[in-house]
């Protein structure tokens, strides 16, 4: 939630709220530990722009196996973010940016987040990985029935 139509200044600084980012927040009750509020959290703080990508990405095409954690099984992973070369987002441990140009018709809508297209998401999150961990995105990545197929929300 934004403060503004839907939340007030008073109501956003009760202990109902947490903050989430500059001008968001969401209910105390909500569970922040699910890597997938994570991802939202932090879609909801990047500029228009901006792209979902890797692991994240292939979670929200619905590949189940990308949990969002490191091969230790419990270091979470940053949220690969693509923001295009000029874009002036500040790095912090919640993100990994990369600041390469991305064609508009790379990105997907899924539930309401900017992703990139489910072979570019297998890609990035393979390039980030060294050589044996990529054939093991890829091979995570075939096994999610939905990941090749079109998603009903696309643009």
Avoid: K
Wanted: aromatic content about 8%.
């Amino acid at each position: 939630m934004r403060v503004g139509v839907e939340l007030t200044p008073d109501q956003a600084r009760s202990r109902r709220y947490a903050r989430t980012s500059w001008g968001a927040y969401v209910p105390r009750d909500v569970d922040r530990s699910l890597v997938q509020q994570r991802i939202i959290e932090v879609a909801a703080a990047l500029p228009p722009q901006a792209v979902i990508t890797g692991w994240a990405a292939c979670l929200l095409h619905g590949a189940a196996w990308f949990d969002g954690l490191a091969v230790d099984g419990a270091t979470p992973l940053p949220v690969p973010v693509a923001l295009g070369p000029r874009c002036g987002v500040r790095r912090h441990p919640g993100i990994a940016p990369s600041f390469e140009h991305r064609p508009a018709w790379e990105s997907w809508t899924r539930y309401g987040v900017r992703v990139a297209r489910p072979e570019r998401a297998v890609f990035d999150e393979m390039r980030r990985r060294g050589e044996r961990e990529a054939l093991v995105a890829l091979d995570t990545a075939t096994l999610a029935p939905r990941l090749a197929a079109v998603p009903a929300e696309n643009s």
